[in-house]
């Protein structure tokens, strides 16, 4: 049974920082491209960062360039998110996709999130 559970969200002052972490269970997320996404009160979903399978490439969206890191372990079937310099517009849930193509096929998995608020 395929699971993706985030954890490590909370309630932090401007300018913190919070390390997300995602594990998944019943799958290896080693050919899956893993991102994070967020998504505040009254606006659509956001894809915040993405990694690449072996881990070489990454992308984030421009608002949270130089803040935030995305990492993955892919022994441990884990991704990471080590948010810095927090601001009160990154406070939204988080929400960890693990996605992947295979002979026409799409796997795409989704975790139930966890809330950021940045807040003084």
Request: aromatic content about 10%; proline content about 2%; glycine content about 10%.
């Amino acid at each position: 049974q395929v699971h993706v559970v985030e954890s490590g969200g909370g309630l932090v002052q401007p300018g913190g920082s919070l390390r997300l972490s995602c594990a998944a269970s019943g799958f290896t997320i080693s050919n899956y491209i893993m991102s994070w996404y967020r998504q505040a009160p009254g606006n659509e979903r956001e894809l915040v960062a993405t990694i690449g399978s072996i881990g070489s490439i990454t992308n984030y969206t421009d608002s949270v360039k130089g803040r935030f890191t995305i990492s993955r372990d892919n022994v441990k079937n884990t991704v990471n998110l080590q948010m810095n310099s927090l601001k009160p517009e990154d406070t939204a849930a988080y929400y960890c996709n693990a996605r992947h193509v295979w002979l026409g096929r799409i796997f795409n998995y989704w975790g139930r999130g966890t809330q950021v608020t940045v807040s003084s």
